[in-house]
């Protein structure tokens, strides 16, 4: 069975979380939910295609507050920061932010997270799906630092597209479209408590709406949708096609703990031989020292257009087993079948060509550079 000819009801009830936003969501059409980080996030409010267009000629609002956010403050917030992450975040200042990899004794990756700084002592940690504040609280628990861990009254809201700085500005004034890359402000919208930060999954201009008080999601959301009326928003979801243009990943899908950051190109985030300790330190030193055994790439498939795929496809070199899809969509903008693999290194360069036994049959695959579409991280000026 296939998620071309399967689609199951999702069962609303007390025992996983509704967002903030739940309401204004379900008003503004969300046909589909999934649960990510035990809440209900919308997946669908039209089509794939139609919201990835949305997306990517417009501006969209999502309700991400299944992006749970881990707090963590105190006066040795810094140093456990530092421990959690192979990256060195010594520089990174107040009111910015940092993508990192958070790993574990043996260099797997527990998460990826944008890190928000708010204070010298107070951090935000916002991960993929996962219990990452359990894996921290633990940690915290044995690392003799005086922190505190938990889960704060933060629920997120992404504004994602070409038009998104015309809607921020509108609702923040001037701050919105001076704000450099992977910087952040706190400040009110109308007595709302919010962090606003350019930062975002779509590879289009965005920001994140960090929501500090719960009661009042329906009243952001609607000044959100109002704000944006003119440049014609439309509610959406996370974009996988989008995503796999911009080759942005995906935790439980792209990066799993079997993977370690050489595995999914993302070295750049281990600061290796940093002087402050981390967990995986000994282990991502004589990883770095070695080849990988596996590396994540991208795929060009063969064949009618794809919807997608609901398990990992075996990937094929000569009938030999070389590896796994982890996701795939057909891009309108490119007119193909996109994807991407982890595969052994064997079979990881030039244009190779391999097998993907999707779930209509056997397909034929080519590897290609990514990403196929360059993210968009500069406000044009007017």
Known sequence: MTMNN???????????????????????GAKAFTVYNHMYMPTSYTDPVTEYWSIVDGVTLWDVSSERQVEINGPDALAFIQ?????????????RCRYVLLTDKDGG???????????????????????????????????????NVFEPDVSPLQ??????????????????VEMGYFHM?????????????????SGELGYELFLQDGSRGTELWDKCMSAGAEYGIKPAAPSTIRSLEGAILSYCSDITQNDN???????????????????????????????PARRLVGVEITGAPLAGNDAFWDVLYEDKLAGHLTRCAYSPRLEKNIGLVNVSMDYASGDTRLTIMAS??????????????????QIPKE
Request: hydrophobic letters at 45%; one cysteine or more.
């Open 261 to 291: 950051p050489w595995t999914i190109g993302l070295s750049r985030l281990v600061d290796v031989d940093k002087p402050q300790d981390y967990i995986g330190k000994a282990a991502l030193q004589a990883l770095a020292r070695q080849e």
């Open 109 to 147: 990756i527990i998460n990826d997270a944008v890190l928000l700084r708010l204070a010298e002592d107070r951090f935000w940690l916002s991960p993929g799906d996962g219990d990452v504040v359990l894996w921290a609280q633990g940690v915290a628990a044995n690392s003799g630092l005086d922190v």
């Open 360 to 377: 209509d049959g056997p397909r034929t695959a080519y590897i290609v550079p990514i990403p196929w579409v360059q993210s968009q991280t």
């Open 159 to 176: 504004l994602q597209g070409p038009m998104a700085p015309q809607v921020a500005r509108k609702l923040f004034g001037d701050v919105a």
């Open 83 to 95: 421990l959690l992450t192979p990256r060195d975040l010594s520089t990174c200042l107040v009111d």
């Open 6 to 28: 399967f689609s199951p009801a999702l069962s609303i009830g007390p025992r996983v979380r509704k967002s903030p936003f739940f309401d204004a969501t379900v008003r503004a």
């Open 185 to 201: 402000r706190q400040l009110e919208l109308d007595g709302i408590p919010l962090v606003l930060s350019r930062t975002g999954w």
